[in-house]
């Protein structure tokens, strides 16, 4: 099985996505097949948008569908029922192939799992004495008990009975599933309203991360100290910050970084190149004879939205929009890691969100390859060298930002655990921890806690368990801690090799 059952409101056991070769099938490099057909002379942009990149995605043919239930007897039974299957499973199955919305699907009679995949939630490793763990974690429109009337937007008509639903299972996912990490890099919580705010429910102003702070401890877990960014440029007020545990993290300075910082696209100046701005966090551990000193980036950039969108020259105009943030955006947290290396160079830098981009180039601008300080220009439709030089940082380390190179932690993984997030039945990488020389010399491997992305989003209203706290799954990054560096200067490149 290569994803979660997928659920409609007139079929809620639905098709299931595999392959037939044993293996799963990931997002592999390079822009989607629409993409590569594009006309660009069907739009004028100023400056004019480079030639397409060569690097194509297949998206993936090798994947077709089994709908278990879709035979039946006389009587209108189905002959199988729905067994929730973990995506990773391997089964044996006979029945009928039938051909629908453009796709190949086997209607089965028989289904035998022979090799199941590890039952979810799947916890991540308990960390060691010396340890220092940091986290990061997509919570998913995570929004408080406080219906801000200040705030046009949708999703602050609160349900009550849902947040108290997501708390349980966001305290439960970081408590039993990541194990109560010592930092957590949090994305898609709301931003805090102002102080004084009166809520349309009556209730306190109290915001998400210290609720999920109150939530925790209640739980019996540690005490976390939160830290939310203090603003936001997100059209629905969501933000990025940390929880940081009291008794073994001393929070030091906090940093925005790029909050306000307009940029230009097609001749005119847009508003905010960073919907969510990045926040940097300096902290020293508590925990170990010798403070450790680090500092942790928590981000979550441009999603993908739009990306490939080709119907009209408005779509068409907007896609490269899309791109160019994408591309500025990374430019701009690469400029920001690169300063403050440079500065700090013997002080652990740690990059940690959703980055909302592959571990490899998607072909539009290599967000990741920007930011280790790897990206091969051939591979993407925009460069660094797009940005006019008065518009970004230098790059002079062969035409890289970052230098020495940032290490990709997901590298430490087997190539099947590499991925966070579903996209239309595809499993993906969006999720990284980036290290730089001296972080990379102490770290020690990364592991992710299962249960939100292969779960179905029926759990998402389930009391009691810890799946689906969100979309995303949420990983740890394990750190040496102690007197020195264990590992003599490991690091990790964007082919897996030392």
Known sequence: TNAPMQSFSGDLFAEINITSSGRRAFREAGMTLAASAENLAAITLTPPAPALAAVVWDNNPEVFEVDQDRLVDAAGVPLLLNPQLVPGSHFSASGVLGFEFGGYELFPDTINVFAPAPPIPGTVPTAGPAQLTVASLNMLRFYDRCDDPTRPNTDEVVNLAQVTIKLDKLSRYIREVLKSPDVIGAQEVEQASVGGTVCANGEANVSTLQLLADKILADGGPSYTPVLAPLTNDIGWINVG???????????????????????????????????????????????????????????????????????????????????????????????????????????????????????????????????????????????????????????????????????????????????????????ELDHGLLSTTASQRFEKMAYGRGNADSRNDQVAVVGNALRSSDHDGFVLYLNAGTGPTNNGFTLFKDGFE
Not at 383 to 408: H, K, M, Y
Request: aromatic share 10%.
């Open 242 to 428: 940390f929880l940081v545990q009291a008794a073994r993290v001393n929070i030091g300075v906090t940093q925005h970084i790029q909050a306000d910082h307009p940029w230009v696209f097609n001749g005119l100046t847009q508003t905010q190149l960073h919907d969510r701005p990045s926040l940097l966090l300096e902290a020293t551990t508590l925990f170990t004879p010798t403070p450790l000193d680090f500092t942790v980036i928590v981000n979550h950039l441009r999603s993908l939205s739009g990306i490939d969108t080709l119907t009209n020259t408005t779509t068409q105009t907007n896609a490269h929009r899309v791109r160019q943030k994408r591309l500025r955006q990374a430019v701009d947290v690469a400029c920001a890691a690169q300063a403050y290396q440079s500065v700090n160079p013997t002080r652990p830098l740690i990059l940690i969100g959703d980055f909302n981009a592959f571990q490899f180039a998607d072909g539009y601008a290599d967000t990741l390859g920007i930011l280790r300080g790897d990206t091969v220009p051939s591979q993407s439709e925009y460069g660094i060298d797009f940005i006019p030089p008065g518009e970004r940082c230098d790059n002079p380390f062969n035409g890289q930002v970052v230098s020495p190179a940032l290490a990709e932690a997901v590298f430490s993984l087997p190539p099947d655990e590499r991925y966070s997030f579903y996209f239309r039945g595809v499993p993906q």
